[in-house]
């Protein structure tokens, strides 16, 4: 029988990139799961089991660990599938960012995407192709209040993906970058008060937050060869109509 396919999470021990890894399980992948948070990770694998799902601490800016984790997830077959997940936010108004905030948030969303692609892009191009997910956000997309740091991190992997796609096409390999609207996860729980949850719930035409399985479910479609085949290089919105929208009313 042949290897299972195996896709890597990042930050899959919370929000969209446990959606996804629960998603990927479903679809017959096998998912290795990544992640700071050591105790979240214990109840990921507790909710996901162990009998297609790997799990491993690690900090996605350290370069040599990130090395090692794709390799392991190689190991166990053909690596065809990356979803870069892992990330952080913060909102501070730009004239109050301090530069330190501004480089973490950099290194951790944008480094650490770059490092994970990397060690993947490699791996896959020995497997004859793949696919790359990134996270970025509708904060890539457009300005919003606050988000010096983040949304600059968020632009800058939006067109990095583009990048990869045109690198590693010729490898087989395609990459696109998935933007999320509001998503109830921790990260927004943490962020978002309930004055700035009405302002995004007035701002998005289908008037509410997604949940992390509607992200998971188009990260599966790009993911999956078969149905996603010429897509690569897009930013793919999936955001309650929010970056589309022009002039709304305010209720309806
Ligand atoms: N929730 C939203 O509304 C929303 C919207 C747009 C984009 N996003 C993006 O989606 C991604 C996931 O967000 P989420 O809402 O699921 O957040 P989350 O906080 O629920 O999950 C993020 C995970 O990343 C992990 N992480 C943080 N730093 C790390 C590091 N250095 N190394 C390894 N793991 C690390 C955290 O431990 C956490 O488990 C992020 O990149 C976020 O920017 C989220």
Redesign the pocket.
Known sequence: MAAERVVAV??G?????LAVAEAALAEGWHVAV????AG?LAAAEARLGTARASYTT????EEDAVEAWIAGAAARGPLKGLVT?????REVPALETPADLFRRVME??VT?TFLCARAAGRAMRDTGGGAIVT?????GLRGGKGRVAYGAS?GAVVNMTRVLAVDLARFGIRANCLC????E????AAMVGPEQRAQWTRRVPLRRYAQ?AEIAAMAMVLLDEARSSYVTGQAVAVDGGFSGAGIMDEVD
């Open positions: 990042t930050g021990a919370s929000g969209i990139g990544a992640d700071l948070d979240g690690l900090d996605v800016t997940s892992a990330g952080i936010a951790i969303n650490g996270l970025g956000s509708v904060s968020k999320p609207g509001p998503v996860t921790p990260l927004v992390p």
